[in-house]
């Protein structure tokens, strides 16, 4: 079935979302998943990656409605850099700048995949870097708790930080 305007305002499966700027955000809630559904896409993830944590195991929404939607709805990927701009974020040019409520845009090529918030950043002295834990809904499987390259393999890997920091 073709949805016209799928995620418009006038979709009964969207919910009133606006940029700072006031203007609409497209959007969808995703279909319910039975428990046991969300159960078993959790196992899968923990046995490829096994330090990864559950946060909750929901199916409304996705990773950019997790950050940018309040856990309400979904938002195409495809939105983000309208989001970035009239939400007032800039870009961070080293995980050095990254602070617990930042942002991460995962790619692969010249195209965003995915996105999560920052939940922590610790020193890691002895490769010189930061050991950072991120927040994210994966698709439409829940949301998990992991490190910063520890996402699935079609997310490709990280692209960018942004922060609403002044």
């Given at each position: 079935?073709?949805?016209?305007?799928?995620?418009?305002?006038?979709?009964?499966?969207?919910?009133?979302?606006?940029?700072?700027?006031?203007?609409?955000?497209?959007?969808?809630?995703?279909?319910y998943?039975?428990?046991?559904?969300?159960?078993?896409?959790?196992?899968?993830?923990?046995?490829?990656?096994?330090?990864?944590?559950?946060?909750?195991?929901t199916?409304e929404?996705?990773?950019?409605?997790?950050?940018?939607?309040?856990?309400?709805?979904?938002?195409?990927?495809?939105h983000?850099?309208?989001?970035?701009?009239?939400?007032?974020?800039?870009?961070?040019?080293?995980?050095?700048e990254?602070?617990p409520?930042?942002?991460?845009?995962?790619?692969?090529?010249?195209r965003?995949?995915?996105?999560?918030?920052?939940?922590?950043?610790?020193?890691d002295?002895k490769?010189?870097?930061?050991?950072?834990?991120?927040?994210?809904?994966?698709?439409?499987?829940g949301?998990?708790?992991?490190?910063?390259?520890?996402?699935?393999?079609?997310?490709?890997?990280?692209?960018?930080?942004?922060?609403?920091?002044?």
């Amino acid at each position: 079935m073709l949805i016209i305007d799928a995620g418009g305002a006038k979709d009964r499966a969207s919910i009133p979302l606006a940029t700072k700027r006031g203007n609409f955000i497209p959007n969808e809630r995703g279909l319910y998943r039975p428990p046991e559904a969300l159960e078993e896409a959790a196992k899968i993830w923990q046995d490829k990656y096994p330090n990864i944590r559950v946060r909750s195991l929901t199916s409304e929404y996705n990773c950019v409605g997790m950050v940018f939607g309040c856990r309400r709805t979904a938002i195409d990927i495809e939105h983000i850099g309208l989001i970035l701009k009239e939400d007032s974020y800039r870009r961070l040019y080293s995980e050095g700048e990254v602070l617990p409520g930042d942002v991460v845009l995962y790619g692969n090529g010249d195209r965003y995949t995915h996105i999560g918030t920052i939940l922590s950043k610790e020193p890691d002295v002895k490769n010189a870097s930061f050991k950072i834990t991120v927040l994210s809904q994966w698709g439409f499987d829940g949301e998990y708790i992991h490190l910063l390259d520890e996402v699935p393999d079609n997310y490709g890997n990280v692209k960018e930080f942004w922060t609403e920091r002044s």
